[in-house]
């Protein structure tokens, strides 16, 4: 079938239709100009475009030869694709449709109106349309530019018909969107994708770890105010696992939450076919050899790492200690601000990056120091070395230092089943509701994100708890963070506990929680 031969009296002005470039998490429109003029044959791409998108012109060519119709290395015209603006970087195959399309109107062959519709996706030789990356950033920018007709290859349209607002158009193939656009076989938007409930299955739940109460309630501390862990202890003491189980009693997610974590994940390439959007909360466990790029982000164009990846959830560091120093010296500003900052020659881009931060570490290199059941063959300068491999500014941004000591035979063998981790969570998300319903007029919804004029407003402290307070800064010589970090830690163990104001227990409570000894 062809819908238009080959018209020698070709348009005279360029062909525009719009797409999209991603520039860190968030989208920006792109006009793809064509323009055919007579000459020699040539078929090049402009504006700043990767390699995938200067093979671009092989795929559209076989795509729209095998849809039946001219395609541009057979058109004997100089074919001249622009992609502007030009000084952003264009990356992927994602503008393989939008360049066939302004082909094909500015050869008429095939006449639409491209106002208000934006186009992405990759095409295959056949002419089919395959999934592409950055789908739900795309259409949020649509929605704000006024480009109401999105049309997207049809694995994406799940994940696209999130945003309401607009007309979300699933391509199967080039062949189809032809059909649509010429109004001969319209296709049928997307429903708008609900949230459905999601039976949330975790590997780990809190009832089947024999023992560690003391670790199991400073989880459920972190979880609640969103505070950063610390647990120390030998090896097979549970370390893994309670870090593991920690994502079982978080809060559900929020639908912004659902979708900004989704977004991440869309610009990453992470989202699966079948599992267009992120119900759960995130959780990352990077091994400790790697880089700091792939931690914090960064390449020539910079890419979300992996504290922007366990946003609005868990970044689980197993073996601290491990990780090289510069990596973990890269945590410090996140989890002080909340956000990273990617500087490279081409530009800088900032992240989001509010992660609950979950390390692990033995308490010496062979792993048992002060264990009663095995001996420690460490020497105290290696112990020190050891040790210091986690400076004092970086443990001062940690909110809860937890020893989780060896499990005895009676604990292990018990068929007792503890407290099960949705009981747990109930706990965690009315803790949670109260501080959303505190910080309802402030850009953060927990604890352990208020700054210190926040702290000043919302942790009243009485006599009696400025007098624990005085006397543990001036036994433990705690820096200015560390009593910043011990009133907000308070204030959660009080959300969690039903109160509305800090109470001397709940200060001696979150004493406890602070390094026993220097470990720096």
Known sequence: MVFGAWNLEFNKLPSKIYSAALVGLEAQPVEVEVDLSRGLHIFNIVGLPDKAIEEAKDRVSSAVKNSQLSPPNESRRRVIVNLAPADIKKEGPKYDLPIALGYLLASRQVVFNPEGKIFIG????????????GILPTVLMAREFGLNEIFVPEENSKEAALVEGVSIFPVANLLQL?????????????????????????????????G?????????IAAAGNHNILMTGPPGSGKTLLARALVSILPKMEREE?????KIFSVAGLLQ????????????????????????????????????????GVLFLDEFPEFNRDVLESLRQPLEDGTVTVSRAKGSLTFPAKFILTATMNPCPCGYANDPAKPCVCTPYQIQKYKRKISGPLVDRIDLHVEVPRVQYEKLSSEIVGELSEKIRERVEKARRVQWDRFKDFNFNTNAEMKVKDIKTFCHVDEECGLILKSAVQKYTLSARAYHRILKLALTIADLAGENKIRPDHINEALQYRPQEKIY
């Open 122 to 133: 990759e095409l295959a030789l056949d002419g089919k349309v395959r999934p592409v990356s």
């Open 178 to 210: 032809i059909s649509h656009l010429t109004n001969q076989k319209k296709i049928p938007p997307a429903p708008v994708s609900d949230l459905p409930e999601v039976d949330r299955r975790f590997e780990c739940d809190f009832a089947y770890i024999k």
């Open 212 to 220: 560690q109460e003391f670790a199991k309630r400073a989880l459920e």
């Open 258 to 262: 659902i979708l900004e974590t989704t």
């Open 273 to 312: 076919p079948n599992e267009p959007l992120v119900y759960t909360r995130p959780f990352r466990s990077p091994h400790h050899t790697s880089s700091a790029v792939a931690l914090v982000g960064g390449g020539s164009v910079p890419k979300p790492g992996e504290i922007t990846l366990s946003h609005r």
